[in-house]
């Protein structure tokens, strides 16, 4: 089991930029993939992106292309998430989790068996 404890979230005004931090310890970090999920209030939690065991491949859902990009250290065991020109709707509690495997799955949420507590980004209009 890993655990993971995130960080960066904030308040932003629309087209500001965050940086969300991953923090893993527990076992072999560089073993899984990895990924970022949020959930807005009232609303399902969902896939934002994925990383592979290595960071050469990664995934992103449509509407965080070109905005968002998915990294991962593994000599420091973190996993970022850089989120540029951010948008109102991007407004949402983001998590952390770890993958079952070396590569990505798929975005559902059984692919992932570790969660972080979440960090909350609320972009303001």
């Known amino acids: 089991q890993v655990q993971l404890v995130e960080s960066g979230g904030g308040l932003v005004q629309a087209g500001g930029s965050l940086r969300l931090s991953c923090a893993a310890s527990g076992r072999d970090f560089s073993n899984y993939a990895m990924g970022w999920f949020r959930q807005a209030p009232e609303k399902e939690r969902e896939f934002v992106a994925a990383i592979s065991w290595g960071g050469g491949s990664t995934h992103y859902t449509n509407s965080v292309k070109g905005r968002f990009t998915i990294s991962r250290d593994n000599a420091k065991n973190m996993v970022y998430l850089q989120m540029n020109s951010l948008k109102p709707e991007d407004t949402a509690v983001y998590y952390c989790?770890?993958?079952?495997?070396?590569?990505?799955?798929?975005?559902?949420?059984?692919?992932?068996?570790?969660w972080g507590q979440g960090t909350q980004v609320t972009v303001s209009s």
């Open positions: 989790a770890a993958g079952r495997s070396l590569y990505y799955t798929g975005q559902g949420q059984t692919n992932f068996g570790s």
